[in-house]
């Protein structure tokens, strides 16, 4: 084992384990990781006409407190399952997946979701959309805590001033912002995002990708963001690692990019990054097979 100066890297040479690792990284103050989530050997099933299929089998995953992480594949390949088993509205056949500490056993408020169909009541203006969500988790708060909470939320997004108008009088990324707003004003750990920006143009998709970033700095990079999309661009740009997924049934994971890209990023500037290009080979290589008519 070698050390090195105040801020110490370690080098292990021996077989030592995990929790003298740990014991040591503490002693030299180096903060261990924390975990947001841990998938265990999840596998599920599900009962058809035609018997037992298996969407996902023995998935193995940890997510750290404050990455973002992409899952990726083709359509059918479990990336939307595996996520939820994550919000806890899809249940392992086997295995199990803790969450913040504890066994997901349903959904909770330690976890929100945002679903590509945006999901906000048509009745319900802006406001009162994401007030809902508050009243329903925050019980104990003050009204004007609540109210404060709401106005911060929907001003993050650049909403506040369309706060009276019903969900019908807005556009696509309007919509997706009062989802991203309302999921952030209920303050989950865990952000769950299930191909948000699937049903945007590209150019509001863009922007999207920003307004979102910029919400998790202003969180100070405190929530753990999983994300489904079939977007490599969009992928590469959030993610802190992309897990790409092989085809179902029965999927597996196939490989694990991790994205070596500083941040804040710059979306014109990282296309010409030399490890943006090798990133994007690489996913391009594993998920699409042929590249020309000539193929």
Not at 50 to 73: M, P, V
Not at 256 to 268: A, E, M, Q, S, T
Request: with cysteine; net charge positive.
């Amino acid at each position: 084992m070698l050390l090195h100066g105040k801020k110490t890297k370690i080098m292990i040479e021996t077989n030592f384990t995990e929790d003298i690792i740990e014991e040591i990284n503490e002693i030299i103050n180096i903060p261990a990781k924390k975990i947001a989530v841990d998938i265990k050997n999840v596998t599920v099933s599900f009962k058809g006409k035609r018997g037992i299929y298996t969407a996902i089998e023995n998935i193995s995953l940890t997510i750290q407190k404050g990455e973002i992480i992409s899952f990726i594949g083709h359509s059918g390949c479990g990336k939307s399952t595996l996520m939820n088993t994550i919000s806890g509205m899809a249940t392992p056949t086997s295995g199990e997946v803790i969450a913040n500490g504890s066994k997901v056993k349903g959904p909770g408020p330690d976890r929100g979701v945002v679903f590509q169909n945006y999901s906000l009541l048509p009745w319900l203006s802006v406001y009162k959309n994401i007030k809902v969500a508050v009243d329903s988790v925050f019980k104990q708060k003050t009204q004007e805590e609540k109210t404060a909470l709401i106005e911060k939320n929907l001003k993050m997004v650049n909403l506040w001033d369309h706060r009276d108008k019903l969900p019908g009088h807005l556009s696509g990324g309007m919509k997706q912002r009062v989802a991203i707003a309302r999921a952030f004003a209920i303050d989950p750990k865990v952000l769950l995002l299930d191909e948000p920006f699937g049903a945007l143009d590209a150019l509001t998709k863009s922007s999207m990708h920003v307004e979102l970033l910029k919400m998790w700095n202003i969180d100070h990079r405190e929530k753990t963001i999983v994300m489904v999309t079939h977007d490599i661009e969009e992928a590469i740009f959030l993610s802190d690692r992309i897990v790409v997924m092989n085809n179902g049934p029965a999927a597996t994971i196939r490989e694990i990019v991790d994205v070596h890209l500083p941040r804040p990023r710059n979306k014109k500037d990282i296309v010409h990054d030399p490890v943006y290009m090798e990133i994007h080979d690489r996913l391009l290589n594993l998920l699409i097979d042929k590249f020309s008519i000539n193929d």
